[in-house]
């Protein structure tokens, strides 16, 4: 579970890193 848990949240960051960095045109 805490695993699981663990790759939400990395994921989540990963896709908030992602809409900064390459924001829409």
Request: charged share 25%; net charge positive.
């Amino acid at each position: 579970k805490i695993l699981g848990y663990s790759r939400v949240t990395l994921w989540k960051k990963l896709k908030q890193l992602d809409l900064h960095s390459f924001p829409p045109s």
